[in-house]
C-alpha cells in the first residue's frame, strides 16, 4: 500500500530574490506571537517597576525637554502647552526608533537561532515591530491622560479630523522603521561599525525631526535650511499626529503621500535585501 506524503512547501537552498515567502510568514504566524511574548516577559521580568518603564521613559524625557528647550531654550510650540507638545513628538518618535534599532540587530541578535532551525526570518523582525506596538500602546495611553489633564485645565488645543489618519499614522511609523532596519540588519552582516553608529545616529535623526519643535519654528529662523527638516519622512508623520490630536502642526495630503511613498520604498528595499543576506549570513556573522 502507497503513502504519499504532501507537503506545503519545500525548503530549498537557492530561490527567486523577490520570493518573499509571505505564505510561509503566514503560516508561523503562532511563532510570532509567541516571540512577542517573549521579548515582553524576557525584558521586564526581572526589573523592580516592570511595565511601569513604559510610563517613566517618556515622562521623565517630557520634564527635561520641557526645561531644557521650552523654558531655556525658549523655543515655540505653536502656542500649545510644552509637556503636551513635547509629550506627542515623544511618543511617535520612540515608536519609529524602538522598531528601527531593535530590527538593525536582528541578525546579530539571533544568530544562534537562525543557524539551529528553520522559519521565515521574516518573522523576527515583524515581531519586533509588533512587541514594540504594546509599549507604543501604553505611552499613547499616558499621552491621552495629559490631553485630558490639559483639556480640564482649559489648555487651548482642540481634535482635528486629521485624527482619523491615526491608524496610518502608526502604519507608517511601523513599516519605515521595520525597512530601514531590515537595510541596516543586512549591512551590519559585513560591516559591523553601522552597529554602533545606530543608536547615536537615531538620536541625531530626532534633532532632524519635529520632535523638539515644529516645523514652523524651523522655517522662521533657518528658512534657507529648513528643508532639510521638511523632507525628512519621519516629519510629516509628526506633523500629522500632532495636528490630528492637538490641532496644531504642518498638516497637507502632499506631504502624508510623500511619507507613504518613501514608507514604501524602505519596505519593499528592505525585504528585498534581509531576503537575499538571510540565506547566507550565517557565515559572515
Not at 13 to 40: G, P, T
Not at 127 to 155: E, K, P, T, W
Not at 247 to 255: Q, R, V, Y
Request: proline residues 4%.
Amino acid at each position: 500500500m502507497d503513502h504519499k506524503e504532501e507537503y506545503s512547501w519545500t525548503i530549498e537552498a537557492k530561490a527567486s530574490l523577490f520570493d518573499l515567502k509571505l505564505n510561509e510568514v503566514w503560516a508561523y504566524r503562532d511563532l510570532l506571537w509567541l516571540l512577542v511574548r517573549r521579548d515582553f516577559v524576557s525584558f521586564y521580568k526581572q526589573t523592580i517597576l516592570g511595565p511601569l518603564w513604559f510610563f517613566i521613559q517618556p515622562l521623565f524625557t517630557t520634564i527635561i525637554f520641557t526645561f531644557i528647550f521650552g523654558n531655556l531654550a525658549g523655543i515655540s510650540t505653536d502656542g500649545l502647552p510644552k509637556p503636551l507638545f513635547y509629550m506627542a513628538g515623544i511618543t511617535a518618535w520612540n515608536y519609529f526608533a524602538d522598531c528601527l534599532t531593535k530590527t538593525s540587530t536582528v541578525f546579530k541578535d539571533n544568530a544562534a537561532i537562525f543557524g539551529k532551525v528553520y522559519f521565515p526570518r521574516l518573522i523576527m523582525p515583524l515581531s519586533i515591530v509588533v512587541s514594540n506596538l504594546v509599549r507604543f500602546g501604553v505611552q499613547m495611553l499616558l499621552f491621552l491622560l495629559m490631553m485630558a489633564y490639559y483639556y480640564f485645565n482649559g489648555a487651548a488645543f482642540h481634535i482635528t479630523s486629521a485624527i482619523l489618519l491615526f491608524p496610518l499614522i502608526v502604519m507608517l511609523m511601523a513599516l519605515m522603521g521595520l525597512g530601514t532596519g531590515m537595510i541596516i540588519s543586512a549591512m551590519t552582516t559585513k560591516y559591523r561599525d553601522l552597529a554602533f553608529l545606530v543608536t547615536f545616529g537615531v538620536q541625531l535623526l530626532m534633532y532632524a525631526t519635529t520632535v523638539i519643535y515644529p516645523l514652523s519654528e524651523a522655517f522662521n529662523k533657518y528658512p534657507a535650511y529648513a528643508w532639510i527638516i521638511e523632507y525628512n519622512p519621519m516629519t510629516p508623520i509628526i506633523e500629522t499626529f500632532r495636528y490630528g490630536f492637538l490641532g496644531e502642526g504642518s498638516f497637507s495630503w502632499g506631504s502624508v503621500g510623500y511619507a507613504c511613498i518613501v514608507t514604501i520604498a524602505l519596505l519593499f528595499t528592505g525585504v528585498v535585501v534581509f531576503n537575499k543576506v538571510e540565506r547566507n549570513f550565517v557565515d559572515t556573522v
